[in-house]
């Protein structure tokens, strides 16, 4: 919501905001270094919860616990927050170019390679399609898993999340190596006009990811449409609730004034 609605802004209406508050400026890129990451945690905590609780070690089954997913979550909320902390320091408007962008030339450097290309598209592919296909492997190997055909919605989630993160990530980590990679050449306007759109398509793409998920699993889960049905029914109901109190203490009040 705050990063894909900023986009639309900007392109659609040609309202930049980074262009022109330098608060703006600093919160987006926080906001999309600490929230896409933490999202992203937890897609891969989430995968290798899996393999731990369908495998066949003790130790590793006893390592899937709410508790230490607590924990853990705890500690990686705080790691990617202080890990935003220099988006708040180093970004602001650049007096030549008038656009948002890193003041310090190492953080520069570190964006595009570090982040952009190691913490935000290679290492969540690999450690999804890694303990995605483990966790897969687990529970055929595991006979009565298997007869009780345990593993289908289970499995279908793990390949429609690594399917997502694969189509969204591996294209946006490309374009960022080839933006990485002609960083110093000279380009013609053609060529820029190109880059620009094929940015602006990596981008929408790179949201799927995000946005995708819920639909794809109402899709492949029945268990997931039951608790979200289960969830809309208590919604409504509590809705019906509010609205019935308010009639009533409306009525109370409006019999007492007369």
């Known amino acids: 919501m705050v990063n894909l609605i900023s986009r639309i802004v900007m392109s659609g209406d040609g309202i930049d905001l980074t262009r022109t508050s330098v608060s703006w400026c600093k919160i987006r890129y926080f906001c999309v270094a600490t929230l896409s990451l933490l999202s992203l945690t937890c897609s891969c905590l989430a995968t290798i919860d899996q393999y731990f609780a369908t495998s066949q070690n003790v130790s590793l089954r006893r390592l899937s616990n709410i508790k230490l997913a607590h924990r853990i979550l705890v500690v990686m909320i705080i790691v990617w927050l202080c890990h935003g902390i220099p988006f708040l320091v180093f970004y602001n408007i650049s007096s030549t170019t008038n656009t948002c962008a ?29 303990f995605g296909y483990l966790a897969y492997r687990n529970i055929h190997s595991t006979r009565i898993l298997a007869e009780q055909q345990a593993d289908r919605q289970l499995v279908r989630m793990i390949l429609i999340e690594t399917l997502l993160i694969m189509i969204s990530y591996i294209q946006y980590g490309v374009y960022g190596a080839y933006m990485l990679m002609t960083s110093n050449v000279i380009k013609s306007p053609n060529r820029l006009d190109i880059e620009a759109f094929v940015s602006t398509m990596s981008s929408l793409i790179y949201y799927l990811y995000f946005s995708g998920s819920c639909y794809m699993f109402l899709l492949s889960s029945s268990r997931f449409r039951q608790e979200a049905k289960n969830q809309l029914r208590f919604w409504r109901k509590h809705n019906q609730v509010n609205s019935e109190h308010k009639y009533v203490n409306g009525g109370c009040i409006k019999s007492i004034h007369q």
């Open 102 to 130: 890193s003041t310090n030339l190492s953080f520069a450097v570190y964006y595009p390679s570090v982040y952009f290309i190691t913490l935000n598209c290679t290492i969540p592919v690999l450690i999804m399609v890694i």
